[in-house]
């Protein structure tokens, strides 16, 4: 396989992975809204770690360049770094905005 090819795996991976952590932080918050905490905790557990293999796959690239192991930069990958930042957000703001709906 081709340096392109990883480097469009591991995107396609992050990509996979922000995706099931963003989606399932919308989840959490739909069950927040119905009152059933326990379950959208848990969801919130699961959003982490799907958001957790996206970050340890751009960590992974990030060490690959520290060690002179330079990758082109290609949309797929800027469009993976966007994917992860969002889901990465999303989770922080739903777990506030569950946060709220528990003081409630």
Known sequence: ?????TLDL???SIIASAGDGRSLAFQALEKAKEGNFEEADQLIKDANQA???A???????LVQEANGNKQDVNVLLVHSQDH?????L???????IIK???EK
Not at 55 to 61: E, F, I, V, W, Y
Not at 90 to 96: H, K, R
């Open 1 to 5: 396989m081709d340096e392109n090819s």
């Open 10 to 12: 591991i995107s396609m």
């Open 51 to 53: 958001i957790g293999q």
């Open 55 to 61: 970050h340890k796959a751009q960590t992974d690239l």
């Open 84 to 88: 992860l930042m969002t889901g990465m």
């Open 90 to 96: 999303a989770i922080e703001l739903i777990s506030e």
């Open 100 to 102: 709220l709906y528990k």
